[in-house]
């Protein structure tokens, strides 16, 4: 690169293209089996040695530490899919790479990018109108059970799955709790305000939902009550201490018994502040610092129940929940030191309780938000984690459902529908764009083909019959022809109804899932230029030859 003065490699055209779809593609084929109901699960080993064994997408790509920059972007569409819908992070990543490659093809044969990248956005168009208008069913046609149904098939591939019947109504129990409006009378389903409390010990089926907030902290002494009615709890985040002077700066005495005052006025300083803090009317105190002796005293003495080292995340939740502030300092404006009420949460009871092998602090009846912990329970750390992961995506698919009241029907339904469809649409275009929609269509086939290899079925037979029905339902003028349910069925190795047999899914994670999909494929489609700069050597050392 010497000649345009550029000290780096540059990489461009087919070269780099054909560099992107290889690192993209080995990203997806490492998260392809565990995609489905019958996928597998993948054992994570980091630098330090650390065990991770999950099925989640999100979790898989994010322990990679991936380098390529292409496989970069498919690594953070997985946790934009991860935060935004929870669940469908393993189909977003192995649809975007498919694209991506597909894409690619279309470029070495000789078809400009900005046309294929116009074909793509025109298919996610019709694709997002097609589900909308015909493959969407809303809850109320459905009733209630399609809740529970959803909440099952996106369990299907986790370890939860072993009690689906107990952790589909755990789920749902869970997030129904939580239910609060908006201002315009929609109703919302906050999953932040959901608690997943770990405790080590007892099968997963004994996990519970407790009403109320659970923190994982003891009371700092035992000679504190262990349970508080009509809670005032003040939220600290600094440390209870007794107050020293300042470092660096000296005092001289000439009386030894003044050194003594000095002791006592640093106690009294902060025995003040303690009482800045009762005097307000708190009862319970939690701070995310320590408490020392002195101050654990004052506590006891007064009959309050302290806890340090609380989450400062926790404290944050639980300032929301109880219509508290987090405290950061006692000092005002003035230079003052004073506690205001007003900064103080309230709740019905706050109790000390015993939760496996230790003890934890449940907040119940909160002010201003309900609140609910899931306490979940575990023979060991690896499956407690992943159980909270698997209960993270169903509670947010619950939520979806919820929320948007519609769902689709599961097992590569959706997909080779929208491939029937779009290549109609694709012989309907008069443009250049026709070759780009008609890759798009044969691109999302590859879920329900992978979902079929992963379940050791004959993938071509069974997407032939897929394909068949949603030909045969989209050619009915009818336009509710239920083949146009049609899914997979993993375990017999057949195609049936899956509406019927409760394979349910979001609308919203699908129609998500294809856009992040097409918009992380068009991103890297644009490139067609890489230039890295090599690293500038170390600056001459001036003593080198002495
Ligand atoms: N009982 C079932 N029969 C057929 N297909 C199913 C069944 N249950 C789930 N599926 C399909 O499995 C796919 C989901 O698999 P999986 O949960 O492993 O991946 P994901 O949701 O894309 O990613 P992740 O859950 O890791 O975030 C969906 O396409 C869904 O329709
Ligand atoms: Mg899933």
Same mark, same amino acid.
């Given at each position: 690169?010497?000649?345009?003065?550029?000290?780096?490699?540059?990489?461009?055209?087919?070269?780099?293209?054909?560099?992107?779809?290889?690192?993209?593609?080995?990203?997806?084929?490492?998260?392809?089996?565990?995609?489905?109901?019958?996928?597998?699960?993948?054992?994570?080993?980091?630098?330090?040695?650390? *065990? @991770? &064994?999950?099925?989640? #997408?999100?979790?898989?790509?994010?322990?990679?530490?991936?380098?390529?920059? /292409?496989? %970069?972007? $498919?690594?953070?569409?997985?946790?934009?899919?991860?935060?935004?819908?929870?669940?469908?992070?393993?189909?977003?990543?192995?649809?975007?790479?498919?694209?991506?490659?597909?894409?690619?093809?279309?470029?070495?044969?000789?078809?400009?990018?900005?046309?294929?990248?116009?074909?793509?956005?025109?298919?996610?168009?019709?694709?997002?109108?097609?589900?909308?208008?015909?493959?969407? *069913? @809303? &809850?109320?046609?459905? #009733?209630?059970?399609?809740?529970?149904?959803?909440?099952?098939?996106?369990? /299907?591939? %986790?370890? $939860?799955?072993?009690?689906?019947?107990?952790?589909?109504?755990?789920?749902?129990?869970?997030?129904?709790?939580?239910?609060?409006?908006?201002?315009?009378?929609?109703?919302?389903?906050?999953?932040?305000?959901?608690?997943?409390?770990?405790?080590?010990?007892?099968?997963?089926?004994?996990?519970?939902?407790?009403?109320?907030?659970?923190?994982?902290?003891?009371?700092?002494?035992?000679?504190?009550?262990?349970?508080?009615?009509?809670?005032?709890?003040?939220?600290?985040?600094?440390?209870?201490?007794?107050? %020293?002077?300042?470092?660096?700066?000296?005092?001289?005495?000439?009386?030894?018994?003044?050194?003594?005052?000095?002791?006592?006025?640093?106690?009294?300083?902060?025995?003040?502040?303690?009482?800045?803090?009762?005097?307000?009317?708190?009862?319970?105190?939690?701070?995310?610092?320590?408490?020392?002796?002195?101050?654990?005293?004052?506590?006891?003495?007064?009959?309050?129940?302290?806890?340090?080292?609380?989450?400062?995340?926790?404290?944050?939740?639980?300032?929301?929940?109880?219509?508290?502030?987090?405290?950061?300092?006692?000092?005002?404006?003035?230079?003052?030191?004073?506690?205001?009420?007003?900064?103080?949460?309230?709740?019905?009871?706050?109790?000390?309780?015993?939760?496996?092998?230790?003890?934890?602090?449940?907040?119940?009846?909160?002010?201003?938000?309900?609140?609910?912990?899931?306490?979940?329970?575990?023979?060991?750390?690896?499956?407690?984690?992943?159980?909270?992961?698997?209960?993270?995506?169903?509670?947010?698919?619950?939520?979806?459902?919820?929320?948007?009241?519609?769902?689709?029907?599961?097992?590569?339904?959706?997909?080779?529908?929208?491939?029937?469809?779009?290549?109609?649409?694709?012989?309907?275009?008069?443009?250049?764009?026709?070759?780009?929609?008609?890759?798009?269509?044969?691109?999302?086939?590859?879920?329900?083909?992978?979902?079929?290899?992963?379940?050791?079925?004959?993938?071509?037979?069974?997407?032939?019959?897929?394909?068949?029905?949603?030909?045969?339902?989209?050619?009915?003028?009818?336009?509710?022809?239920?083949?146009?349910?049609?899914?997979?069925?993993?375990?017999?190795?057949?195609?049936?109804?899956?509406?019927?047999?409760?394979?349910?899914?979001?609308?919203?994670?699908?129609?998500?899932?294809?856009?992040?999909?097409?918009?992380?494929?068009?991103?890297?489609?644009?490139?067609?230029?890489?230039?890295?700069?090599?690293?500038?050597?170390?600056?001459?050392?001036?003593?080198?030859?002495?």
């Amino acid at each position: 690169m010497a000649h345009v003065g550029i000290d780096g490699e540059r990489k461009s055209g087919i070269d780099i293209r054909a560099e992107h779809v290889t690192a993209t593609m080995a990203i997806s084929n490492i998260v392809k089996s565990s995609l489905g109901p019958v996928g597998l699960d993948k054992m994570l080993v980091d630098d330090i040695g650390d *065990v @991770t &064994i999950t099925n989640d #997408g999100a979790t898989i790509l994010q322990r990679l530490e991936v380098e390529h920059p /292409a496989a %970069k972007v $498919l690594v953070e569409l997985a946790e934009l899919q991860d935060s935004e819908v929870g669940d469908g992070t393993t189909s977003v990543v192995i649809v975007a790479a498919e694209l991506l490659k597909r894409g690619t093809e279309l470029v070495k044969n000789g078809i400009h990018p900005t046309t294929i990248m116009t074909g793509f956005r025109l298919a996610l168009k019709d694709a997002v109108k097609f589900v909308k208008s015909t493959l969407m *069913v @809303t &809850i109320d046609q459905l #009733g209630d059970d399609a809740i529970i149904s959803a909440a099952k098939t996106s369990m /299907a591939s %986790k370890l $939860l799955n072993a009690d689906e019947d107990f952790w589909s109504k755990l789920a749902v129990d869970a997030v129904r709790s939580i239910k609060t409006h908006t201002a315009d009378g929609k109703a919302r389903y906050p999953v932040s305000a959901i608690h997943i409390l770990k405790a080590h010990g007892k099968s997963s089926t004994e996990s519970e939902l407790v009403s109320g907030f659970a923190v994982n902290v003891q009371r700092a002494a035992q000679g504190m009550p262990s349970m508080v009615k009509n809670a005032r709890i003040a939220l600290l985040d600094f440390p209870l201490q007794r107050h %020293k002077v300042q470092m660096g700066i000296s005092v001289q005495v000439d009386d030894v018994s003044e050194v003594e005052g000095i002791r006592q006025r640093e106690l009294d300083i902060t025995k003040e502040r303690i009482q800045k803090i009762l005097q307000s009317g708190a009862n319970v105190v939690l701070t995310t610092k320590g408490i020392d002796d002195t101050c654990l005293k004052y506590f006891v003495e007064a009959g309050i129940l302290a806890a340090r080292r609380v989450k400062k995340e926790d404290l944050t939740r639980l300032a929301r929940a109880t219509g508290g502030h987090v405290v950061v300092t006692l000092a005002d404006m003035e230079g003052n030191e004073t506690f205001d009420a007003e900064c103080l949460g309230s709740a019905e009871m706050v109790q000390e309780e015993r939760v496996g092998d230790g003890e934890m602090l449940y907040i119940r009846g909160t002010a201003m938000s309900k609140a609910t912990t899931i306490v979940i329970r575990g023979a060991n750390e690896f499956h407690l984690d992943e159980l909270d992961r698997a209960l993270h995506d169903v509670l947010m698919v619950v939520k979806r459902v919820l929320e948007s009241a519609a769902v689709v029907a599961g097992g590569g339904s959706v997909e080779a529908a929208l491939s029937i469809y779009l290549e109609k649409q694709a012989q309907l275009l008069a443009t250049r764009e026709h070759l780009a929609v008609a890759e798009f269509a044969q691109a999302l086939l590859v879920i329900p083909r992978t979902l079929s290899v992963n379940a050791a079925q004959d993938a071509i037979e069974l997407v032939a019959k897929l394909r068949a029905d949603h030909h045969a339902a989209q050619l009915d003028p009818k336009d509710n022809n239920p083949l146009k349910f049609t899914g997979l069925d993993l375990f017999s190795g057949d195609v049936r109804n899956n509406l019927l047999s409760g394979v349910l899914e979001p609308a919203i994670s699908k129609i998500k899932c294809l856009r992040f999909a097409t918009e992380a494929a068009i991103t890297i489609l644009r490139i067609d230029d890489m230039i890295k700069l090599n690293p500038k050597p170390p600056p001459d050392d001036p003593r080198r030859g002495h």
